[in-house]
Protein backbone atom coordinates (compact mmCIF):
# COMPACT_ATOMS: atom_id res chain seq x y z
CA UNK A 1 0.00 0.00 0.00
CA UNK A 2 1.72 3.77 -1.18
CA UNK A 3 1.08 5.81 2.21
CA UNK A 4 1.20 9.61 1.24
CA UNK A 5 3.58 10.80 3.52
CA UNK A 6 1.82 13.30 5.82
CA UNK A 7 0.39 9.68 7.00
CA UNK A 8 3.90 8.76 8.00
CA UNK A 9 4.60 8.16 11.89
CA UNK A 10 5.36 11.85 14.13
CA UNK A 11 9.00 11.67 14.82
CA UNK A 12 8.24 11.04 18.35
CA UNK A 13 6.77 7.64 17.99
CA UNK A 14 9.52 6.35 15.43
CA UNK A 15 10.50 4.09 17.93
CA UNK A 16 7.38 2.50 18.59
CA UNK A 17 6.00 -0.60 16.23
CA UNK A 18 2.91 1.32 14.28
CA UNK A 19 0.46 0.18 11.55
CA UNK A 20 -0.73 2.25 9.01
CA UNK A 21 -3.87 1.10 7.62
CA UNK A 22 -6.66 2.52 5.18
CA UNK A 23 -10.53 2.27 5.89
CA UNK A 24 -13.49 4.41 4.28
CA UNK A 25 -10.78 6.50 2.18
CA UNK A 26 -9.11 7.92 5.08
CA UNK A 27 -5.16 6.70 6.18
CA UNK A 28 -4.56 5.77 10.07
CA UNK A 29 -1.07 5.41 11.59
CA UNK A 30 -1.77 3.33 14.45
CA UNK A 31 0.33 2.92 17.95
CA UNK A 32 0.38 -1.09 18.53
CA UNK A 33 -0.03 -1.60 22.21
CA UNK A 34 -1.26 -5.25 22.93
CA UNK A 35 -4.94 -4.81 21.12
CA UNK A 36 -5.64 -6.52 18.24
CA UNK A 37 -5.79 -4.38 14.94
CA UNK A 38 -8.79 -2.62 15.12
CA UNK A 39 -11.40 -3.62 12.63
CA UNK A 40 -13.27 -1.35 9.88
CA UNK A 41 -16.33 -0.53 12.29
CA UNK A 42 -13.68 0.01 15.48
CA UNK A 43 -11.74 2.33 12.83
CA UNK A 44 -14.81 4.29 12.03
CA UNK A 45 -16.03 4.62 15.54
CA UNK A 46 -12.25 5.47 16.56
CA UNK A 47 -12.74 8.53 13.49
CA UNK A 48 -15.59 9.77 15.10
CA UNK A 49 -14.67 10.28 18.60
CA UNK A 50 -11.55 11.66 16.99
CA UNK A 51 -13.62 14.91 15.89
CA UNK A 52 -14.19 15.75 19.95
CA UNK A 53 -12.97 19.18 20.86
CA UNK A 54 -10.99 19.16 24.10
CA UNK A 55 -12.43 19.16 27.07
CA UNK A 56 -12.12 21.82 30.13
CA UNK A 57 -10.94 20.28 33.08
CA UNK A 58 -13.99 19.45 35.20
CA UNK A 59 -13.53 20.87 38.13
CA UNK A 60 -12.77 24.56 38.20
CA UNK A 61 -13.73 27.14 40.61
CA UNK A 62 -16.90 28.43 39.82
CA UNK A 63 -16.45 31.67 41.47
CA UNK A 64 -14.94 33.72 44.13
CA UNK A 65 -16.64 31.44 46.88
CA UNK A 66 -15.64 28.22 45.76
CA UNK A 67 -13.90 26.45 47.87
CA UNK A 68 -11.74 25.51 45.23
CA UNK A 69 -10.25 28.93 45.04
CA UNK A 70 -7.84 29.98 46.87
CA UNK A 71 -7.70 33.33 49.09
CA UNK A 72 -3.77 33.61 47.36
CA UNK A 73 -3.02 37.40 48.99
CA UNK A 74 -3.91 35.58 52.12
CA UNK A 75 -1.94 32.81 51.62
CA UNK A 76 1.15 34.29 50.49
CA UNK A 77 0.27 37.14 53.43
CA UNK A 78 0.61 33.66 56.36
CA UNK A 79 3.87 32.51 54.32
CA UNK A 80 5.86 35.46 54.45
CA UNK A 81 4.42 36.53 57.89
CA UNK A 82 6.92 35.95 61.29
CA UNK A 83 7.22 32.69 62.13
CA UNK A 84 8.15 30.35 65.57
CA UNK A 85 9.95 27.24 65.39
CA UNK A 86 7.91 24.56 67.40
CA UNK A 87 9.74 21.32 66.11
CA UNK A 88 12.37 20.41 63.51
CA UNK A 89 13.79 16.61 62.81
CA UNK A 90 15.65 15.09 60.31
CA UNK A 91 14.77 11.62 59.17
CA UNK A 92 17.59 9.62 58.11
CA UNK A 93 17.52 7.30 54.96
CA UNK A 94 14.99 4.70 54.77
CA UNK A 95 12.72 5.59 57.63
CA UNK A 96 9.52 6.87 58.98
CA UNK A 97 8.70 9.58 61.09
CA UNK A 98 4.93 11.24 62.38
CA UNK A 99 3.88 14.43 64.16
CA UNK A 100 1.33 16.56 65.07
CA UNK A 101 0.94 20.08 63.59
CA UNK A 102 -2.25 22.33 65.19
CA UNK A 103 -4.70 24.29 62.87
CA UNK A 104 -2.85 27.57 61.62
CA UNK A 105 0.41 25.88 61.72
CA UNK A 106 3.46 25.69 58.86
CA UNK A 107 4.54 22.52 57.76
CA UNK A 108 8.11 22.95 56.25
CA UNK A 109 9.41 19.62 54.48
CA UNK A 110 12.95 19.80 52.99
CA UNK A 111 16.05 18.29 51.37
CA UNK A 112 18.84 19.22 53.07
CA UNK A 113 21.93 17.43 51.75
CA UNK A 114 20.13 17.02 48.05
CA UNK A 115 17.81 15.35 46.20
CA UNK A 116 15.31 12.58 48.05
CA UNK A 117 12.14 11.58 47.57
CA UNK A 118 9.39 11.89 50.64
CA UNK A 119 6.18 9.74 50.99
CA UNK A 120 3.41 11.92 53.01
CA UNK A 121 0.78 10.50 54.66
CA UNK A 122 -1.78 13.35 56.63
CA UNK A 123 -5.32 12.33 58.98
CA UNK A 124 -6.93 14.10 61.18
CA UNK A 125 -4.88 14.27 64.18
CA UNK A 126 -8.53 13.52 66.52
CA UNK A 127 -9.37 10.58 64.19
CA UNK A 128 -7.43 8.45 61.86
CA UNK A 129 -10.37 7.41 59.41
CA UNK A 130 -10.21 11.06 58.33
CA UNK A 131 -7.39 10.89 56.04
CA UNK A 132 -5.58 12.20 53.20
CA UNK A 133 -7.26 10.93 49.93
CA UNK A 134 -5.06 11.20 46.70
CA UNK A 135 -7.23 10.62 44.17
CA UNK A 136 -10.06 13.13 44.85
CA UNK A 137 -7.23 15.73 45.33
CA UNK A 138 -5.71 14.81 41.85
CA UNK A 139 -9.26 15.50 40.50
CA UNK A 140 -9.73 18.67 42.24
CA UNK A 141 -6.59 19.97 41.28
CA UNK A 142 -4.07 18.27 39.39
CA UNK A 143 -1.91 14.86 38.67
CA UNK A 144 1.01 17.00 40.45
CA UNK A 145 0.71 19.35 43.36
CA UNK A 146 2.12 23.40 43.73
CA UNK A 147 1.77 26.16 45.59
CA UNK A 148 -1.98 26.79 46.41
CA UNK A 149 -2.98 23.83 46.11
CA UNK A 150 -4.45 21.32 48.56
CA UNK A 151 -4.71 18.25 49.99
CA UNK A 152 -8.15 17.38 50.64
CA UNK A 153 -9.80 14.68 53.12
CA UNK A 154 -11.52 11.13 52.43
CA UNK A 155 -15.55 10.64 52.72
CA UNK A 156 -18.05 11.38 54.61
CA UNK A 157 -15.45 14.39 55.29
CA UNK A 158 -14.26 16.21 52.33
CA UNK A 159 -12.13 19.37 53.75
CA UNK A 160 -9.16 20.57 52.80
CA UNK A 161 -6.59 18.88 54.82
CA UNK A 162 -3.43 21.43 54.19
CA UNK A 163 -2.89 24.32 51.28
CA UNK A 164 0.37 24.52 50.30
CA UNK A 165 1.82 27.91 50.48
CA UNK A 166 5.43 27.49 49.13
CA UNK A 167 7.19 24.82 46.63
CA UNK A 168 10.56 25.82 45.13
CA UNK A 169 10.25 23.20 42.49
CA UNK A 170 7.20 25.19 41.27
CA UNK A 171 9.21 26.47 38.16
CA UNK A 172 9.40 22.76 36.95
CA UNK A 173 6.80 22.64 34.94
CA UNK A 174 6.22 19.95 32.16
CA UNK A 175 9.64 18.24 30.94
CA UNK A 176 10.33 16.39 27.74
CA UNK A 177 9.16 13.61 29.01
CA UNK A 178 5.70 15.06 30.39
CA UNK A 179 7.12 14.30 33.88
CA UNK A 180 6.17 16.90 36.88
CA UNK A 181 7.10 17.43 40.04
CA UNK A 182 5.27 16.14 43.66
CA UNK A 183 3.30 12.87 42.40
CA UNK A 184 -0.25 12.12 42.91
CA UNK A 185 -0.76 9.56 40.15
CA UNK A 186 1.19 7.01 42.28
CA UNK A 187 1.61 5.80 45.58
CA UNK A 188 4.18 4.50 48.63
CA UNK A 189 6.54 1.49 47.49
CA UNK A 190 4.95 -1.31 49.70
CA UNK A 191 6.53 -4.89 50.92
CA UNK A 192 3.69 -6.77 49.05
CA UNK A 193 4.42 -5.90 45.20
CA UNK A 194 8.29 -5.99 45.88
CA UNK A 195 7.87 -9.63 47.20
CA UNK A 196 5.46 -10.21 44.32
CA UNK A 197 8.04 -8.64 41.24
CA UNK A 198 11.43 -9.65 42.99
CA UNK A 199 10.33 -13.23 42.82
CA UNK A 200 9.73 -13.54 46.65
CA UNK A 201 12.04 -11.43 48.34
CA UNK A 202 11.62 -9.52 51.20
CA UNK A 203 12.40 -6.14 52.51
CA UNK A 204 11.14 -4.12 55.63
CA UNK A 205 11.84 -0.70 55.04
CA UNK A 206 9.35 0.28 51.94
CA UNK A 207 7.42 3.72 52.41
CA UNK A 208 4.59 2.26 53.38
CA UNK A 209 6.64 -0.26 56.62
CA UNK A 210 8.58 3.42 57.30
CA UNK A 211 5.02 4.75 57.65
CA UNK A 212 3.12 2.08 59.35
CA UNK A 213 6.31 1.99 62.28
CA UNK A 214 6.07 5.56 62.30
CA UNK A 215 2.14 5.73 62.99
CA UNK A 216 1.92 3.07 65.69
CA UNK A 217 2.18 4.65 68.95
CA UNK A 218 -0.18 7.23 67.33
CA UNK A 219 -2.91 4.31 67.54
CA UNK A 220 -2.84 4.26 63.70
CA UNK A 221 -3.06 0.86 62.22
CA UNK A 222 -1.32 -0.86 59.37
CA UNK A 223 -4.94 0.01 57.20
CA UNK A 224 -4.79 3.50 58.27
CA UNK A 225 -1.71 4.19 56.14
CA UNK A 226 -3.13 5.17 52.22
CA UNK A 227 -2.32 6.56 49.36
CA UNK A 228 0.67 9.47 49.65
CA UNK A 229 1.81 12.32 47.97
CA UNK A 230 5.28 11.32 46.90
CA UNK A 231 6.99 14.90 47.36
CA UNK A 232 9.95 15.57 45.45
CA UNK A 233 9.18 12.66 43.18
CA UNK A 234 8.76 13.65 39.38
CA UNK A 235 6.24 11.09 37.21
CA UNK A 236 4.13 10.80 34.09
CA UNK A 237 2.78 8.82 31.84
CA UNK A 238 4.37 7.42 28.51
CA UNK A 239 2.79 7.25 25.39
CA UNK A 240 0.82 4.20 26.42
CA UNK A 241 -0.33 5.52 29.94
CA UNK A 242 1.89 3.66 31.73
CA UNK A 243 3.48 5.03 35.14
CA UNK A 244 7.44 6.17 34.58
CA UNK A 245 9.84 7.55 37.09
CA UNK A 246 12.37 9.97 36.42
CA UNK A 247 15.13 11.50 38.88
CA UNK A 248 14.56 13.94 41.51
CA UNK A 249 15.16 17.52 40.27
CA UNK A 250 15.17 19.03 44.04
CA UNK A 251 18.75 20.56 45.16
CA UNK A 252 20.13 20.87 48.80
CA UNK A 253 17.85 23.18 50.58
CA UNK A 254 14.46 22.75 48.18
CA UNK A 255 11.34 22.34 50.42
CA UNK A 256 7.81 22.62 50.30
CA UNK A 257 5.74 24.22 52.87
CA UNK A 258 2.10 23.66 53.80
CA UNK A 259 -0.41 25.15 55.98
CA UNK A 260 -2.38 22.93 58.11
CA UNK A 261 -6.39 23.81 57.79
CA UNK A 262 -7.18 21.29 60.86
CA UNK A 263 -5.40 19.58 63.85
CA UNK A 264 -3.24 16.93 61.66
CA UNK A 265 -1.01 13.80 61.82
CA UNK A 266 1.44 13.50 59.49
CA UNK A 267 3.64 10.85 58.54
CA UNK A 268 6.27 10.93 56.43
CA UNK A 269 8.94 7.87 55.00
CA UNK A 270 12.28 8.60 52.88
CA UNK A 271 12.23 6.30 50.02
CA UNK A 272 14.35 3.56 50.18
CA UNK A 273 14.74 4.52 46.11
CA UNK A 274 16.31 7.39 47.10
CA UNK A 275 16.10 10.13 44.69
CA UNK A 276 15.00 7.69 42.09
CA UNK A 277 18.01 7.52 39.38
CA UNK A 278 19.01 4.17 40.55
CA UNK A 279 15.17 2.42 40.72
CA UNK A 280 14.53 -0.91 40.95
CA UNK A 281 13.00 -4.21 42.30
CA UNK A 282 14.98 -7.35 44.56
CA UNK A 283 18.42 -7.19 46.72
CA UNK A 284 20.79 -6.06 43.98
CA UNK A 285 18.60 -2.66 43.16
CA UNK A 286 18.18 -1.91 47.31
CA UNK A 287 21.75 -1.76 47.94
CA UNK A 288 22.56 -0.17 44.61
CA UNK A 289 19.59 2.63 45.64
CA UNK A 290 20.98 3.32 48.86
CA UNK A 291 23.63 5.73 47.25
CA UNK A 292 21.15 7.74 46.09
CA UNK A 293 19.53 8.40 49.22
CA UNK A 294 19.67 11.26 51.47
CA UNK A 295 18.08 12.43 54.61
CA UNK A 296 14.67 14.93 54.65
CA UNK A 297 14.30 17.87 57.20
CA UNK A 298 10.64 18.29 58.85
CA UNK A 299 9.83 21.55 60.57
CA UNK A 300 6.77 23.20 61.99
CA UNK A 301 6.27 26.53 62.63
CA UNK A 302 3.43 28.87 64.55
CA UNK A 303 2.82 32.27 63.48
CA UNK A 304 4.76 34.78 65.76
CA UNK A 305 1.54 36.98 65.71
CA UNK A 306 -1.18 34.65 67.60
CA UNK A 307 -4.02 37.03 66.48
CA UNK A 308 -3.14 37.36 63.23
CA UNK A 309 -5.30 34.27 61.28
CA UNK A 310 -8.12 35.29 63.33
CA UNK A 311 -7.71 39.12 62.28
CA UNK A 312 -7.46 37.80 58.88
CA UNK A 313 -10.89 36.17 58.86
CA UNK A 314 -9.13 32.44 58.71
CA UNK A 315 -11.15 29.49 60.25
CA UNK A 316 -10.11 25.53 60.21
CA UNK A 317 -11.92 24.30 57.58
CA UNK A 318 -15.15 22.63 58.12
CA UNK A 319 -16.25 19.25 56.96
CA UNK A 320 -18.64 19.11 54.22
CA UNK A 321 -22.37 19.93 54.91
CA UNK A 322 -23.91 16.71 53.39
CA UNK A 323 -26.18 14.87 55.77
CA UNK A 324 -25.21 11.21 54.86
CA UNK A 325 -28.63 9.58 54.20
CA UNK A 326 -27.55 8.59 51.09
CA UNK A 327 -31.57 7.87 49.92
CA UNK A 328 -32.03 5.46 52.29
CA UNK A 329 -35.50 5.26 53.83
CA UNK A 330 -35.77 6.62 57.40
CA UNK A 331 -38.07 4.31 60.08
CA UNK A 332 -41.03 6.24 61.61
ZN1 LIG B 1 9.10 4.52 48.58
Redesign the pocket.
Known amino acids: MEIPRRYHAPKMFANLTHKVVKSHGRYYNLIMSNNPIPSDAELARLHSRRQLPAPAPAYLPTGLNSPLTVNKELYSKIQSAPRVLEKSFTLPIRSGQAWTAPAGSIIRISTPEGPQ ?1 G ?1 LNIWNQHSPSERFWASRTRQLHSTHLTTHDRLWSCLPYMRPLLTIISDSLSWYGTDNNGGRVHDLLGT ?2 DPYINHLLSGGQSYDY ?2 HSNLVRAVKDFGVEEKDVHDVINLFQVTGLDEKGRYCMSASPAEKGDSIEFFAEVDVLMAL ?1 T ?3 GDLSLWGFGAESEKEMEKCCRPLKVEVFRLGDSAFLEREGWKPAEVAGYKGNHGLAVEP
Open positions: VDRCHCSCPG
